[in-house]
């Protein structure tokens, strides 16, 4: 495992366990966030899923996409936040297509 990846599940396990979190959507549990839209941006690999979406990879909730490293707890971004400097990107965001920052 790379250094970057590692330090990043490291984060995520820490997050889990100060939030005593043992199931759920991790994100849901450990945040107490305003929940602006149902979908949420991956800062990895650009791409938008469903809201409580994941890919269950060793006890973590990943983006839902395959051979995407990015975490729905640390690299979600709720998908209105990103149409704030993106007034032209649609509402409901198309599955697999990726969205520039
Ligand atoms: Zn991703």
Aim: hydrophobic share 25%.
């Amino acid at each position: 495992m790379e250094d970057a990846e590692k330090g990043h599940t490291e984060l995520y396990q820490k997050m889990m366990s100060l939030a005593g979190v043992t199931g759920g959507y991790h994100r849901d549990e450990i945040f107490d966030e305003v929940k602006r839209s149902d979908y949420l941006w991956c800062l990895h690999c650009g791409r938008t899923y469903r809201r409580g979406e994941y890919r269950y990879v060793d006890g973590f909730q990943m983006c839902p996409y395959e051979n995407c490293d990015g975490s729905t707890v640390c690299d979600g971004i709720d998908w209105e936040d990103i149409r704030d400097d993106h007034p032209d990107y649609p509402e409901n965001p198309e599955r697999n297509t990726m969205y520039n920052l």
